[in-house]
């Protein structure tokens, strides 16, 4: 058992003529040329595959690659560890001690992946928002608002205040400025890394409490309203990618990134030595 989902293709987006067949016009020189968006639209897996995965697209965006934004899932449900936490600690939460343990690359609260949407947004380093870090922070996190909003449920930002020195163990328990709060209740929060040639962002929104954290309640116990992971993918892409000034394309893992995803899934993600390292 490797964790990770089943090879699927989900096809690039159409293309554009960019000649009209007429008068020999050539539009192309006309039109402005956006830059692409590469959007992937993953089933959901193991905990130490996603890391994996999200790890393998920054290696390519920091070598050139296309900005990616990947949205996913998690199965089975699973409980992410922030770097600086000790395994040990896992035992303060009972709830989830039946479900596997990956630990985050990042810092921050323990989470409980399980019914959410996940996403992960790679940029270049050299991208104008991303050298911005509360710029590209707030965009993503509008964008959701926006989206949100569209399905009638109103969340705000949680401004900033006066630091909190308590830190729950789990994440959706602690709050920064920034956060979506959906009745003061974090909803979602993200993380971002800045690597030589690339920054990473990733976070996830609640859709609806787990059994594995019934303490943390999602939209549907807040609002009332179910809402679908894949519904508020694809409207975050045409949201996010408005924004951001990008167009959007749906594409799959290269070849490459899948084989970098397996070698950093065996030898760290899935190793002892990486989740116990603390």
Known sequence: ET???????????GELVGRSSRRGIDLDARLPVMPTLRVIHDVPAAGDWNMA??????????????????????HPATLSLGYFQRLVDRSQHAASAACPVVRRPSGGG???????????LVLPADSPVARQAQQLYRI?????????AAEKITVELREKTTA????PFLCFQRQAEGDLLLQGVKVCGSAQRRHAGAVVQHGSLLLAASPCAPELPGLQE?????????????ALVRELSRRLGFDAANQSLTDAELATADRTRQSKYASLDWTAKR
Not at 3 to 13: I, K, L
Not at 53 to 71: I, K, M
Not at 222 to 234: F, I, K, T
Request: with cysteine; aromatic share 4%.
């Open 53 to 74: 995965v999200d790890e393998a697209l920054v290696e390519s965006v920091s070598h050139g690659g296309t900005p990616t934004l990947r949205l996913y899932g998690w």
């Open 140 to 148: 993503v996190h509008e964008s959701l608002r926006a989206v949100l």
């Open 164 to 167: 909190d020195s308590s830190e």
């Open 3 to 13: 964790g990770r989902p089943p090879s699927r293709r989900t096809g690039s987006a």
């Open 222 to 234: 807040l609002s009332g309203r179910a809402v679908s992971a894949q519904d508020v993918a694809s």
């Open 110 to 120: 323990a989470i409980l992946h399980d019914q959410e949407l996940t996403y992960c």
